[in-house]
Every structure is written in structure tokens, then in C-alpha cells.
């Protein structure tokens, strides 16, 4: 199964297959230092096996409409991940995650790609609210919500820890009506 959102002229976001496998795991393992600051899974995603498993794993959920998680595509090569972690359809709702190889971090590349998302999830799934957690000291990854007129709705404080210092997870909401305007 194939599925891509077009972004851009010269971004889209696609769903992966299994000989996607080894350009994930270079991505991962060239930005190591970095996504483990923000990312547990980066640590202990040791091998393209294992992120062979993991596409596996986000195609079923995609198919069972349980998360739609994507490898974004700039000029025609893979540069990150974007999706939605979580979908649920009972409460019509969706979590929104992100992460970009920092060769291509200051682009605008992953503001586009939630943009897009953003369109997909209130126009094609039929959301009614879409949401991103983040950590309060990224800056770069708190940005893409603030820019986009999401609502910082909550802090969960100090409930990331970084050696030995904790921080706030923040969580930014958006409502369907609040994008159609």
C-alpha cells in the first residue's frame, strides 16, 4: 500500500515500507546525540531491524486508523518523521509528533509538514481537535505549534528529565473551528 500527502512542490509526506528501513536508521544514528536529548526510542533503536519493525508496526496502525506516521520527503529524499502518534476516532482527536534530520532543521520543512497534517486530519479524518506535546526547553519544536495558533492548554511540570534536571512537557491544542478561521 502506498499513500503520500503532498506538501509542496518540493516536500511530501509518505507512508514508509520496509526498504525504507536503513535510510531511517541513518538518519537516526547520524542525529543520535541529538533525539536522544528528546527522543527515548532513539537509544535504543540500535540496528535497521529495528526500525524495520517499527515501519511495520506504523503501517498496521495505519491501516487499523490507530496512528498515521510518515517519513517526510524533501526533494525527493527522506529527512524525517511526522504524524499522528495517536488517533482517536470515538473522541475524534489526534496527537501530533515530529522529528527532522538537523542537515534540514530551519527550512520551515516541519512547520509545512503540520500544516499539512493539520489539513489532513480536520478535513480527511474528520478530527475535531489536534494536539502536541512537546518539551518546554526544545524551542525549535515549540515553535511549529506557537506559529500555528495553537493554544498552549497545559504544563505538565518537570516531567522530562534530562541527566539530572527535569523539565515541563507542554501540550498545545487546536479545535477544527479555530483552523477554518
Known sequence: MSFEIYVSEKISLRLRGEDDAQAFFEIIDRNREEFTKWFPWAETTQSSEDT???I?????????????????????????????????????????????DGRYVGKGIM????????????????LHRIQIKCDSINLKSKSIPERLAFKLEGVIREDRKHGDVFSDGLIYGLLKSEWEK
Open 52 to 54: 524495520k519493525k517499527f
Open 56 to 100: 511495520v508496526q506504523c503501517r498496521e496502525e495505519f491501516e487499523t486508523k490507530k496512528a498515521a506516521d510518515f517519513g517526510v520527503w524533501y526533494e525527493d529524499r527522506w529527512v524525517g518523521s511526522m504524524g499522528f502518534h495517536t488517533i482517536t476516532t470515538e473522541h475524534k482527536w489526534a496527537e501530533i509528533g515530529y522529528w527532522l
Open 111 to 126: 512547520t509545512e509538514c503540520v500544516k499539512a497534517m493539520v489539513n489532513y486530519g480536520f478535513n480527511d479524518l474528520k
